[in-house]
């Protein structure tokens, strides 16, 4: 394996762990706009409704390196956007840094770059109504694998599964929270890529 692939497959896998996750109580249901009901099970059907389990890596294939990436990061750095695509950093416990593209003409993905331009993830995001709920697939960019999933039923309200279903974490707001409603983890938008 050459050291790009094991340097990506080493950032996703820390990527993947550090990934808050959180859960109130298991019959302890949110409710929402319109009346619906969530709880930790509801939400996990929801997540794994008619779910990709692979993505096609040709697509992939040509997002592996960002070739703007010293363009995308000093656009970051001076709080600007570009024209055709959206940019974010991102920063997980101090460990895995870097910065998000969504371009215009492939909106339903997020591209995930570590500070040095390489692929660490690509999220895929299906709505299933007018705003939400919606259901957000992380996927390994290397072998196109589901890695983890969430279903964000509010602004302040996600769920957090692994690949095989198993809650990961409820988050409200910024903290998250494991199955028995204990804080697990804190998570914060960043607005510049952190060195």
Same mark, same amino acid.
């Given at each position: 394996?050459?050291?790009?692939?094991?340097?990506?497959?080493?950032?996703?896998?820390?990527?993947?762990?550090?990934?808050?996750?959180?859960?109130?109580?298991?019959?302890?249901?949110?409710?929402?706009?319109?009346?619906?009901?969530?709880?930790?099970?509801?939400?996990?059907?929801?997540?794994?409704?008619?779910?990709?389990?692979?993505?096609?890596?040709?697509?992939?294939?040509?997002?592996?390196?960002?070739?703007?990436?010293?363009?995308?990061?000093?656009?970051?750095?001076?709080?600007?956007?570009?024209?055709?695509?959206?940019?974010?950093?991102?920063?997980?416990?101090?460990?895995?840094?870097?910065?998000?593209?969504?371009?215009?003409?492939?909106?339903?993905?997020?591209?995930? &770059? #570590?500070? %040095? !331009?390489? =692929?660490? +993830?690509?999220? *895929?995001?299906?709505?299933?109504?007018?705003?939400?709920?919606?259901?957000?697939?992380?996927?390994?960019?290397?072998?196109?694998?589901?890695?983890?999933?969430?279903?964000?039923?509010?602004?302040?309200?996600?769920?957090? &599964? #692994?690949? %095989? !279903?198993? =809650?990961? +974490?409820?988050? *409200?707001?910024?903290?998250?929270?494991?199955?028995?409603?204990?804080?697990?983890?804190?998570?914060?938008?960043?607005?510049?890529?952190?060195?």
């Amino acid at each position: 394996m050459n050291s790009v692939k094991k340097i990506l497959l080493i950032t996703f896998a820390i990527f993947a762990i550090c990934i808050p996750a959180f859960s109130q109580e298991e019959n302890s249901p949110t409710l929402l706009r319109g009346s619906v009901l969530y709880n930790e099970e509801s939400a996990r059907k929801l997540a794994f409704e008619g779910l990709d389990l692979k993505l096609d890596k040709k697509m992939i294939k040509e997002y592996l390196e960002d070739e703007n990436n010293k363009e995308n990061r000093k656009a970051i750095k001076e709080g600007r956007q570009i024209e055709g695509r959206y940019l974010m950093s991102f920063a997980i416990h101090g460990l895995v840094k870097g910065y998000v593209v969504v371009y215009d003409d492939k909106p339903e993905y997020a591209f995930y &770059y #570590t500070t %040095s !331009g390489y =692929l660490a +993830a690509v999220d *895929v995001n299906k709505s299933f109504g007018e705003k939400f709920p919606y259901r957000v697939g992380k996927y390994n960019p290397v072998t196109g694998n589901l890695v983890s999933i969430g279903v964000y039923i509010s602004d302040d309200e996600q769920y957090a &599964y #692994t690949k %095989s !279903g198993k =809650l990961k +974490a409820h988050w *409200v707001g910024d903290t998250g929270y494991n199955a028995k409603g204990k804080p697990i983890a804190k998570r914060e938008v960043v607005t510049e890529i952190p060195e």
